[in-house]
């Protein structure tokens, strides 16, 4: 996508290049998710519009977490590269901030290293996940939460986190992914921790974290949690379920509005 | 406002009066305040249209405090008259939320004593302002504070509460209402509680409770305190600024978004 200039003028003359790493946070309602997609509006198409037209040139970025339409973010890590004479990388954040807070934020940006790379330097990814317990909605948390008015039993739906800690092929959990090889996406990934913790008043958050996710896994994890919760299945059944690499005898999707992108480790 | 009929057909046969009390919460924006008003969205105008479809009779509502344009509740109590053969209380609770939530969410509803009157009956009032004190935006609180970036000095804020509690003329602090029989409205108020929290990464919480508030009372102090926060003010002054009755003596309001009624209290 080039901001400025139609696609066959010459290249600006630019200064040295220097990798860029900032963390972002974003309501994601009224938007179709993070990725650039032609037509849409995206939260990398409107942070790319906004960062190219202070630094004046075109830049490409890369996230830590490709979030879907409607999910939220506090702690996304992006990299780009800015080209700039006499950057001034705190005169960009404010900037930015300018044009797209509150509903895209940059919460810190500074220099990286030049082989940092949001997506690939990422040890760990954590999502949490907001269920609202209670007999009525609540209008400041509706459009960050999956409001679910019958009583859960969050002592089942504890006890169903335990069989995805660990190494795992998440095909139940998983839309796999149309590779331009065509070969097979591996869906073989680590979680270290997946937990709910009890907020009170009805505010049950569900807190995971993996070295990487595949595509939907947590909200497909999460539906099937509250499937327990609710008693239309069992604890038990989980460690089946993984084991059977079948989408089918998993359970529909939590809605994304409750899904947050948390916080990404580096070393 | 009448809905079903024109202003001159016949009374519908109509059953019983049973005076009827409703706790509820509301996310103020794209309202213009409580008070049902020609032409315009408003908390009270919505929740009369809805309660009026149910019951099929039209319904004046009264409110325990008349929240401004922008300004949120969560314990906001409303009365009124239903006037229904086998009055199903319940059922109207859920089905005004089914047309309202999330945006406007009745939290419990029930038969009130005859003589109850939501904004009469009324012992405390409590509202919450939240100011947050950080150098960034947050996506999720933004449309419920008033985000300030400058630090501030909190206990000279802390400090400059104290005059406030005890019983006080307020005219510095209100809109004078204008009355349609000439005589001047007392804006002698007497407050009970001041008080800021602090809650962490910055989100500075105002508590103040009175028996009753008069109009832009809360959001003129708050710009005070803030102002005082900032070191524009001193906390010293304020006993001066209360005691001159001059609305040009105090600070600007703070915004509106950052306000909540909190709570009511009933004997």
């Given at each position: ?48 519009e906004a960062i190219g037209k202070v630094l004046g040139h075109q830049v490409d ?207």
């Amino acid at each position: 996508m080039t901001l400025f200039e139609p696609a066959d003028a010459p290249a600006p003359s630019l200064g040295p290049v220097t990798r860029v790493r900032a963390t972002v946070a974003y309501d994601g309602r009224g938007f179709s998710g993070f990725a650039p997609n032609v037509g849409v509006r995206t939260v990398g198409g409107v942070l790319a519009e906004a960062i190219g037209k202070v630094l004046g040139h075109q830049v490409d970025i890369t996230c830590a977490g490709r979030t879907d339409a409607g999910v939220h973010a506090w702690g996304q890590v992006i990299s780009f590269d800015a080209r700039s004479e006499a950057l001034d990388l705190d005169g960009l954040a404010r900037r930015v901030n300018k044009m797209l807070a509150p509903t895209v934020v940059v919460r810190d940006l500074g220099e990286a290293a030049d082989d940092f790379d949001a997506r690939f330097s990422a040890r760990s990814r954590r999502y949490r996940y907001l269920v609202l317990n209670r007999p009525v909605p609540d209008p400041f948390l509706a459009h960050m939460s999956w409001h679910v008015p019958q009583p859960l039993d969050l002592a089942a739906m504890q006890l169903a986190c335990d069989p995805f800690i660990g190494e795992h092929d998440f095909a139940a959990f998983c839309r796999r992914p149309k590779r331009s090889d065509g070969e097979e996406a591996s869906l073989v990934r680590r979680v270290t921790e997946a937990t709910w913790i009890d907020e009170g008043d009805g505010r049950l958050r569900f807190e995971i974290e993996a070295q990487a996710f595949c595509h939907q896994m947590v909200r497909s994890i999460v539906g099937l949690l509250v499937a327990v919760g609710h008693g239309k299945r069992r604890a038990g059944e989980v460690r089946g379920v993984i084991a059977s690499g079948d989408r089918n005898r998993a359970a529909p999707l939590a809605p994304g509005q409750g899904l947050m992108l948390w916080e990404v480790g580096y070393d």
